[in-house]
């Protein structure tokens, strides 16, 4: 299985990551970044575009590709709705195109959020606009196309998110999560179960198409 992946540097993508390089049935990761990180491995390869609203000059590059997990996103904290949006929305729209041209055959995974809004009507800015995305993502001409939709995430095995906020509030909360997250399959999940699910998904399909929280941790041990 060769693996497209976006937002490897963020928490989640860091967890997908991890579990695409220990799954042996993973032939190879291509992760789309905007700056090198650095980290070497013999399965992954570091795409490095400037453009993420433009895809078109690596085309060849993404061709024929059997699964994309897109984990690329950014807290809606501080930002108007048409920042958010031109992350959140239209670099989404922009992988999508370019992928349905040349791997229609894959499955495309992307990863959204709990509470987000398809109808587009609803109050809460950031809901609308996921759910506009995840909108995108079904409609778009693949082989098959899911949505997760998390709630709390538990980052595991070193995993951090880039927003210090976050880091702070993960930091001081580890403790007591570590403990609820297992009782509570409905409200959180981790990383690790994120990256598994994923998985489990790319290979064996789901019964339905938006995933939550309970869904990807019933998910997250059959990869």
Not at 87 to 102: F, G, Q
């Amino acid at each position: 299985m060769n693996v497209v992946l976006f937002g490897a540097t963020g928490m989640v993508g860091q967890g997908v990551l991890r579990e695409c390089l220990l799954d042996p049935d993973v032939q190879g990761v291509v992760s789309v970044v905007r700056r090198a990180s650095g980290r070497a491995h013999p399965r992954l390869r570091e795409l490095v575009h400037e453009n993420f609203h433009d895809f078109s000059s690596i085309e060849a590059e993404l061709s024929g590709k059997d699964v994309c997990f897109f984990c690329l996103g950014v807290s809606s904290l501080g930002l108007t709705e048409e920042a958010y949006r031109s992350v959140t929305y239209d670099i989404t729209v922009a992988a999508t195109r370019t992928l349905a041209k040349v791997s229609p055959k894959m499955t495309f995974i992307f990863v959204s959020g709990a509470g987000s809004d398809r109808t587009g009507r609803g109050p809460t800015m950031w809901a609308r606009v996921k759910g506009m995305a995840e909108n995108a993502v079904l409609n778009a001409p693949f082989r098959a196309s899911y949505v997760f939709r998390p709630s709390y995430i538990q980052p595991m095995h070193g995993v951090t998110s880039r927003t210090r906020l976050y880091r702070v509030f993960y930091a001081i909360s580890r403790p007591v999560m570590q403990l609820l997250v297992p009782l509570m399959p409905k409200y959180a999940t981790t990383t690790e179960q994120i990256g598994r699910a994923m998985l489990a998904v790319a290979k064996h399909g789901a019964p339905k198409r938006v995933l939550e929280s309970t869904d990807i941790n019933a998910l997250g041990g059959k990869s």
